[in-house]
């Protein structure tokens, strides 16, 4: 089994920063691409960040050159640091993970609990 526990949301004031985290632990035999999204209420959820396995990012053209994806492969973790938050930012952020078990060969998408993001003064 696997699990995706994610930490750092909060409450921030816009142009502070905030970092979420999300760490995967479980019978993981490799993870591939990794991304947060951000949902909305009344809106769908929309990927803001995403990095592959060898470390290509790409963002969601609101939040370029103001968010920062990163990952430590060898703790199974996701990072996005939020710089410079505007109102817009808040939501519930997910990570999710393209996982390969331990002892399956196909990836399967595995998402973490939330956790909220409020961007005010």
């Known amino acids: 089994q696997v699990q995706l526990v994610e930490s750092g949301g909060g409450l921030v004031q816009p142009g502070g920063s905030l970092r979420l985290s999300c760490a995967a632990s479980g019978s993981i035999a490799s993870i591939l691409d990794m991304g947060w999204y951000r949902q909305t209420p009344g809106k769908q959820r929309e990927l803001v960040a995403s990095i592959t396995s060898l470390g290509f990012t790409s963002y969601e053209a609101s939040v370029k050159g103001r968010f920062a994806i990163s990952r430590d492969n060898a703790k199974n973790t996701v990072y996005l640091q939020i710089n410079t938050p505007q109102p817009g930012d808040t939501g519930v952020y997910y990570c999710?993970?393209?996982?390969?078990?331990?002892?399956?060969?196909?990836?399967?998408?595995?998402w973490g609990q939330g956790t909220q993001v409020t961007v005010s003064s």
């Open positions: 999710k993970m393209g996982i390969i078990v331990i002892g399956t060969f196909r990836p399967a998408d595995r």
